[in-house]
């Protein structure tokens, strides 16, 4: 196990150095922060000078050798917009996304699960086809044209709901959220659904091939035989076991949700990381791209190495495999 971690974390460490590598080149390679930071009346002398303010006078590749020994001891750069450490300003924004992305995982779950089983349960009924059938427009249709589509429908003709926004927020833990308020709830509902419904129709899937698998399994038949109840069967054998596929898919999901809830964000002007990097993107803020970026492949990079440690410590055979190899 011991030799196994290691080759993991050193896998997962070269994959972080390749992507900082990449990451560090395609976004220095893109515009010139200086024509948009300075004054339009700037003459030759004054863009110099805040091009050596902010280190672009130097080759590419002694900003990425600064870039790594800096990124090495925690400081990502400082942000040409904000004057602060990048990494500050992105954590500044994180809880907001971090909030978003569990609401919807949450709302996945709820909607997806049940709805799963059922159509596992029944798969040649009218009801599980239909659930199948409507499970297809979650992966169809796109995320920007969902939230506007909420935001005409709920906060526009019916006024229900906020359509931009995060609203009253209450300091947990040292953490400010918005779900524990009715006015952060109420911004926070529309685009959790948003991003919750792609991920409902991927669980509802998972559910319901897990179900329909789970259901011939001889431990099913025996309890059938021994005469249990089917809401038993359903809620002790069936959904414990289907589960395990949803949790596994899910702990991967939460990642991609944090990093990709970025045209959610922008719809919605919801305070997140998502709309800070469109917004340091239209500002060539380079250092808060880089720094969004990394953090979004550190995230990924973490979780897939838990998730890879928690499967060899359940089962043997992946170690084998991997030392096979």
């Known amino acids: 196990m011991l030799v196994y971690l290691i080759r993991r974390i050193g896998q997962s460490l070269l994959v972080i150095a390749v992507m900082a590598f990449l990451v560090f080149l395609a976004v220095y390679a893109v515009g010139d922060p200086v024509a948009i930071l300075a004054n339009p009346e700037a003459n030759q002398q004054e863009l110099d000078a805040i091009a050596a303010r902010l280190g672009l006078d130097r080759p590419i590749w002694e900003q990425f050798g600064i870039f790594v020994w800096n990124a090495l001891q925690g400081d990502l750069g400082t942000s040409f917009v904000y004057s602060e450490s990048a990494l500050k300003v992105i954590i500044e924004r994180l809880p907001a996304t971090m909030e978003l992305a569990f609401v919807a995982l949450l709302l996945s779950i709820v909607i997806g699960v049940p709805l799963g089983v059922i159509a596992g349960l029944k798969p040649d009924s009218f009801l599980g086809r239909s659930i199948m059938s409507t499970s297809i427009l979650g992966f169809s249709l796109p995320n920007f044209w969902i939230g506007l589509m909420l935001i005409l429908l709920f906060a526009v003709e019916l006024r229900w709901l906020p359509a931009s926004g995060r609203g009253d927020t209450v ?56 005469g249990l109840s089917s809401r038993r069967i359903v809620f002790v054998h069936v959904l414990k076991n289907m589960l395990i596929p949803v949790v596994t898919v899910l702990g991967l999901e939460l990642g991609s949700m944090i990093a990709f809830a970025v045209v959610t964000e922008t719809v919605f002007s919801y305070p997140g990381m998502g709309k800070l990097l469109i917004d340091s993107i239209n500002r060539l803020d380079r250092p808060i791209v880089v720094a969004y970026l990394m953090l979004t492949v550190f995230i990924f990079v973490i979780i897939n190495l838990v998730v890879d440690l928690l499967y060899a410590a359940i089962d043997p055979r992946v170690r084998l495999s991997e030392a096979k190899g």
């Open 171 to 226: 300091e947990v833990l040292g953490v400010h959220l918005s779900m524990f308020t009715w006015d952060g709830l109420s911004h926070l509902l529309l685009p959790a659904i948003t991003l919750a419904l792609y991920k409902s129709s991927l669980v509802i899937r998972i559910a319901q091939a897990g179900t329909r698998e789970v259901m011939l399994q001889d431990y099913v038949r025996f309890a059938r035989a021994k």
